[in-house]
């Protein structure tokens, strides 16, 4: 079953003095369940492109439906409310909020939704459990490690059971360690039926993957399947 589908996507970024083409002519398709990675050289489109799929850009030209329903025309209230019941979002930079602990940080996008606040607390324990970070529920983000802080990130995009978790660069600020712990825990969510893209300079990284999509000046260039 077919979760994404681009057809002849473009984006472009103007300034008074110059225009940018990002992405030029992306057409993809992304089966439910399926680990993709996107590889490609820095400035290749790549975080472009995974933003657009976040629904957290709009494309210039093209169609992307998601789930069977066009959402490149929707307006920024409609994208909100699709994306909090839907997508989950993994960054390098792990965007935990300081002032807030673990358990608080994950608990955010269930009070986003309206869960009730016992229900919150249970469900919170409970993913944190799973992803062994249980123990550090009251401490803050500056009191961890970084293969713990993004454990905690990991746990608040999956805390809503998003049908789609988009990573970028997951691992970018890791060691090797704790990165393959971060992709373990993803490879762990994918088979649980999960769809993951993955966007990562790392050859290793994108092996975990059971597609890879090469970039390269806005395009796809290669496509490699790995099972």
């Known amino acids: 079953m077919t979760m994404i589908n681009v057809e002849n996507?473009?984006?472009?970024?103007?300034?008074?003095?110059?225009?940018?083409?990002?992405?030029?002519?992306?057409?993809?398709?992304?089966?439910?369940?399926?680990?993709?990675?996107?590889?490609?050289?820095?400035?290749?489109?790549k975080t472009t492109l995974l933003n657009i799929l976040g629904l957290l850009d709009n494309p210039s030209e093209g169609r992307y439906y998601l789930n069977g329903k066009e959402v490149s025309t929707l307006k920024e209230k409609e994208l909100t409310s699709l994306r909090r019941g839907t997508i989950g979002f993994v960054f390098q930079s792990f965007n935990l909020i300081d002032e807030l602990n673990v358990q608080e940080n994950v608990e955010l996008p269930l009070t986003y939704i309206g869960v009730k606040k016992e229900?919150?607390?249970?469900?919170?324990?409970?993913?944190?459990?799973?992803?062994?970070?249980g123990h550090r529920a009251m401490h803050y983000p500056h009191q961890l490690s970084g293969g713990q802080q993004q454990r905690v990130a990991i746990a608040r995009a999956v805390i809503c059971n998003p049908d789609l978790i988009l990573a970028d660069e997951p691992t970018g600020n890791l060691d090797s360690q704790h990165g393959k712990e971060v992709l373990d825990l993803l490879q762990q969510l994918h088979e649980e039926g999960t769809t993951i893209i993955m966007v990562t300079h790392n050859q290793r990284?994108?092996?975990?993957?059971?597609?890879?999509?090469?970039m390269f000046d806005g395009q796809i260039i290669a496509t490699d399947n790995m099972i």
Not at 205 to 214: E, G, K, P, T, V
């Open 205 to 214: 990284d994108a092996l975990y993957a059971d597609r890879i999509l090469n």
């Open 119 to 133: 229900e919150r607390r249970q469900r919170v324990s409970a993913m944190l459990k799973k992803l062994n970070i």
């Open 9 to 45: 996507i473009k984006k472009t970024f103007a300034t008074d003095d110059v225009e940018t083409v990002a992405l030029n002519g992306i057409n993809l398709e992304v089966k439910k369940g399926e680990f993709l990675a996107i590889m490609g050289p820095s400035g290749c489109g």
